[in-house]
Every structure is written in C-alpha cells, then in structure tokens.
C-alpha cells in the first residue's frame, strides 16, 4: 500500500457541495487521514470538524490542502507554517504568491494543483 499522507484540510466543511466536503471523502476513500479544520461545526467524512481558531497543535501533518480564499488566509499563515508539513497544495481559487513565496522560504514544497485531480490522476 502507498504511502498514506495525514492531510490538514482548511476550510473543511460539512457542505456536500463544496470542493472541501468532496476532498474530504476522497481522501478518506484513498486512505489517507484527514484532519478537517474549519471555522464552520459539523463533521466530514466521519469525522468532527476541529476549530481552526483554537490553532490546535497537530504532529505528522504530510500536507496541508487549502479550501481557504487567499483574501483569508494572511491571518493563519503563522499557524500553517507552524504545522511543518512536507507541502502545501494551493486548490483552484486558493492560489496566493504571498503566502506560496513564505512557504518556499522555508523550504516547504507548495503545489498549484487540485486534490480531486491529485487523487484520481496517482500524483497525491
């Protein structure tokens, strides 16, 4: 079996029209862990969303796939960067050069990409 990658999702939702809600189920589908963080209660792909305001401390975070638009994403980039994943994956509408430069900077891989596509195409 592949390597299984513990994936922050942020943004998660438990609306099951959104990209998020779909990602989450995907990535459960592959095998892969999700820890869903959200500002939003509820759960996803059976699991409870966490608080992302609470900044809980997560270990082993392979990557973290964005769902968050780049207008709200300035006042988590401490916290994202703090989780040490091996790469973040900016999905369609996250993409932001700010935030992708601060990731590289620490010499933290930061994807372009979409997760669904990721998953179904083997390059998660």
């Keep these: ?14 609306n099951p029209t959104r990209s ?3 990602a989450a189920r995907m990535l459960t589908d592959y095998g892969h862990p999700i820890v869903p963080l959200s500002i939003k209660r509820g759960s996803v792909a059976g699991v409870d969303l966490i608080d992302l305001r609470q900044k809980p401390n997560l270990e082993d975070i392979d990557t973290v796939t964005l769902y968050l638009g780049p207008q709200h994403q300035p006042e988590w980039y401490e916290y994202l960067l703090s989780l040490r994943p091996n790469r973040f994956i900016f999905n369609p509408g996250t993409e932001n050069p700010e935030f992708y430069q601060l990731i590289e900077d620490q010499n933290i891989e ?3 990409d979409c997760t669904l596509v990721m998953l179904r195409s083997g390059t998660y």
């Design 1 to 14: 079996m592949p390597d299984m990658k513990k994936t922050a999702i942020i943004g998660a939702t438990p």
């Design 20 to 22: 998020a809600f779909i």
């Design 110 to 112: 930061a994807i372009q």
